[in-house]
C-alpha cells in the first residue's frame, strides 16, 4: 500500500502570532490551554492508570492542592491575552470534578482581547456524562470527546476496570448530542491484540450516527502503561481495515492545528478521525499549553517537568506578572517528542492521568 499521507504539518514556521500573542522557539503560537482538573479517576484504564500501580494506597493529590475554580479562570482569561483561543477540560475524569458546570460558566463568561468568546470542550471517559451533560451545555460548554474503546462490554470492563457498562458511555453520548454538543467525538485508543477486532464494530456502530469516531495511536506517554512499538496500530492500517469495508477519501483540516486527519465515508455515512501521534507525528502544528491540577504548566505530553504558576497566584502576583510567566514558558518551548520519538529516551515522564491528554 502506498504510504499514506495523514497531515499536512510542514514544521515550516506558522503564520505570526494574534496581537498580544506569543510563540515559541518553532514559531508555534499558544492557541489552545487544556485544564486538567483533577487527578483522581473512576476508571482504571490498562494503559493509563493500571491499578497495580493506581491502587487504593496511591496518594492522589489533596483538594487544597488543586487550583480553585476562581485560579483556574484566572490562568485561563490570561492565557487569552497571550492568544489561546480554545479551552478544554481533562483530567483525570473531569466530571469527578464537583460542579464542574460552574466552572465551565466562569470560563465561558471570557473573552480574548477582541471580544470573542473562547471555545470550551470537555474531554471525559462518559460514565457521568448522562446526569451532566444538561447543565455543561447550559453553563456554556460547546463540545464534547467521549472515550469509549471498545462496544464490546467483557473487553470494555477489562480495558476500562470502572464497573461501568458500555451502554452507560453510550446514553452519555446520546445526553451530549441531545444537549446540543452534537457533533459529539468518540476516542478510541487502538492497542494491538487487545482492542483491534472492535475497529470495524466501532466503525458500522458509529457510522451515520452523527458522531465523530476517532482511532488514537497507541502513545508511550507516561512510565507506568509499559507500551511498546509492536502494540500500535497505525492510522494507516485502520484507514485500510475500515475503508476495505466502507470505502473512504481524505478530507481536509477543519481548522490550523486540527490533529485528527479526517476521512469520510464515500457513500455519505459522515467522517472518521485519526490521531497518528507515533506514525506521523504533527509537532510542527502543535499550539497546546497544558495546565495542571495542581498549577503547573507543561508545554508537551511528554515532558518530565513543568513550570509551576499556583506558588505565583497564591502569592499575590499581578496579572501582569502571571502573564510574565505564561508567556515566557511558551516563548522557550522547543519540545518536538514525537518527532525525535526513539532517538532520546525519557526516564520520568508526566503520567497522562495527571495532565490528561
Ligand atoms: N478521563 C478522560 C477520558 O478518558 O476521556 C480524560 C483524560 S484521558 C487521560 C484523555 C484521553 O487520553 C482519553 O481519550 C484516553 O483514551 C487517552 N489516552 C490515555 N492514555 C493513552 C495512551 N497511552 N495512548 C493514547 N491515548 C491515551
Ligand atoms: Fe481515567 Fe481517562 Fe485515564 Fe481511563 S484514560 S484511566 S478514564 S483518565
Ligand atoms: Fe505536541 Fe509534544 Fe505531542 Fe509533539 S510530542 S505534538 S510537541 S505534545
Given at each position: 500500500?502506498?504510504?499514506?499521507?495523514?497531515?499536512?504539518?510542514?514544521?515550516?514556521?506558522?503564520?505570526?502570532?494574534?496581537?498580544?500573542?506569543?510563540?515559541?522557539?518553532?514559531?508555534?503560537?499558544?492557541?489552545?490551554?487544556?485544564?486538567?482538573?483533577?487527578?483522581?479517576?473512576?476508571f482504571r484504564?490498562t494503559?493509563?492508570?493500571?491499578?497495580?500501580?493506581?491502587?487504593?494506597?496511591h496518594?492522589?493529590?489533596?483538594?487544597?492542592?488543586?487550583?480553585?475554580?476562581e485560579?483556574?479562570?484566572?490562568?485561563?482569561?490570561?492565557?487569552?491575552?497571550?492568544?489561546?483561543?480554545?479551552?478544554?477540560?481533562?483530567?483525570?475524569?473531569?466530571?469527578?470534578?464537583?460542579?464542574?458546570?460552574?466552572?465551565?460558566?466562569?470560563?465561558?463568561?471570557?473573552?480574548?482581547?477582541?471580544?470573542?468568546?473562547?471555545?470550551?470542550?470537555?474531554?471525559?471517559?462518559?460514565?457521568?456524562?448522562?446526569?451532566?451533560?444538561?447543565?455543561?451545555?447550559?453553563?456554556?460548554?460547546?463540545r464534547?470527546?467521549?472515550?469509549?474503546d471498545?462496544?464490546d462490554?467483557?473487553?470494555?470492563?477489562?480495558?476500562?476496570d470502572?464497573?461501568?457498562?458500555?451502554?452507560?458511555?453510550?446514553?452519555?453520548?446520546?445526553?451530549?448530542?441531545?444537549?446540543?454538543l452534537?457533533?459529539?467525538?468518540?476516542n478510541?485508543?487502538?492497542?494491538?491484540?487487545?482492542?483491534?477486532?472492535?475497529?470495524?464494530?466501532?466503525?458500522?456502530?458509529?457510522?451515520?450516527s452523527?458522531?465523530?469516531?476517532?482511532?488514537?495511536?497507541?502513545?508511550d506517554?507516561?512510565?507506568?502503561?509499559?507500551?511498546?512499538?509492536d502494540?500500535?496500530?497505525t492510522?494507516?492500517?485502520?484507514?485500510?481495515?475500515?475503508?476495505?469495508?466502507?470505502?473512504?477519501?481524505?478530507v481536509?483540516?477543519?481548522?490550523?492545528?486540527?490533529v485528527?486527519?479526517?476521512?469520510?465515508?464515500?457513500?455519505?455515512?459522515g467522517?472518521?478521525?485519526?490521531?497518528?501521534s507515533?506514525?506521523q507525528?504533527?509537532?510542527g502544528?502543535?499550539?497546546r499549553?497544558r495546565?495542571?491540577?495542581?498549577?503547573?504548566?507543561?508545554?508537551?505530553?511528554?515532558?518530565?517537568?513543568?513550570?509551576?504558576?499556583?506558588?505565583?497566584?497564591?502569592?499575590?502576583?499581578?496579572?501582569?506578572?502571571?502573564?510574565?510567566?505564561?508567556?515566557?514558558?511558551?516563548?522557550?518551548?522547543?519540545?518536538?517528542?514525537?518527532?525525535?520519538?526513539?532517538?532520546?529516551?525519557?526516564?520520568h515522564?508526566?503520567e497522562?492521568?495527571?495532565?490528561?491528554?
Open positions: 500500500m502506498s504510504r499514506v499521507i495523514f497531515h499536512n504539518s510542514t514544521g515550516a514556521p506558522q503564520a505570526p502570532a494574534p496581537k498580544g500573542g506569543v510563540l515559541d522557539t518553532h514559531g508555534r503560537p499558544m492557541r489552545d490551554l487544556r485544564i486538567s482538573v483533577t487527578d483522581r479517576c473512576n484504564c494503559y493509563c492508570m493500571p491499578r497495580e500501580v493506581f491502587g487504593a494506597d496518594a492522589f493529590l489533596p483538594h487544597s492542592a488543586l487550583l480553585t475554580f485560579e483556574i479562570s484566572r490562568v485561563a482569561q490570561i492565557a487569552a491575552g497571550l492568544g489561546v483561543h480554545k479551552i478544554r477540560l481533562t483530567g483525570g475524569e473531569p466530571l469527578m470534578r464537583k460542579q464542574l458546570e460552574v466552572l465551565v460558566g466562569m470560563l465561558a463568561a471570557l473573552r480574548t482581547p477582541e471580544g470573542e468568546p473562547l471555545e470550551i470542550a470537555l474531554t471525559t471517559n462518559g460514565a457521568l456524562l448522562a446526569r451532566k451533560a444538561k447543565a455543561l451545555a447550559e453553563a456554556g460548554l460547546q464534547v470527546t467521549v472515550s469509549l471498545a462496544l462490554d467483557v473487553l470494555f470492563q477489562r480495558m476500562s470502572g464497573g461501568v457498562t458500555v451502554a452507560t458511555i453510550l446514553e452519555g453520548i446520546e445526553a451530549a448530542a441531545r444537549a446540543g452534537a457533533p459529539v467525538k468518540v478510541m485508543v487502538v492497542r494491538k491484540g487487545m482492542n483491534d477486532a472492535q475497529i470495524l464494530p466501532m466503525a458500522r456502530h458509529f457510522r451515520g452523527g458522531h465523530i469516531l476517532r482511532f488514537i495511536e497507541y502513545m506517554v507516561g512510565n507506568t502503561n509499559g507500551w511498546r512499538m502494540e500500535v496500530v492510522g494507516a492500517e485502520i484507514v485500510g481495515i475500515i475503508g476495505a469495508e466502507f470505502p473512504l477519501e481524505p481536509g483540516a477543519g481548522y490550523r492545528g486540527e485528527a486527519a479526517r476521512w469520510a465515508y464515500r457513500d455519505g455515512g467522517e472518521i478521525g485519526l490521531i497518528t507515533v506514525s507525528p504533527f509537532c502544528d502543535c499550539t499549553m495546565l495542571s491540577p495542581e498549577g503547573r504548566l507543561f508545554t508537551c505530553l511528554f515532558a518530565e517537568q513543568g513550570h509551576d504558576l499556583r506558588g505565583l497566584l497564591r502569592a499575590g502576583a499581578s496579572d501582569a506578572a502571571l502573564a510574565e510567566r505564561l508567556g515566557g514558558v511558551w516563548r522557550a518551548r522547543g519540545d518536538r517528542y514525537s518527532e525525535h520519538r526513539g532517538e532520546a529516551q525519557r526516564e515522564k508526566i497522562m492521568s495527571y495532565i490528561g491528554g
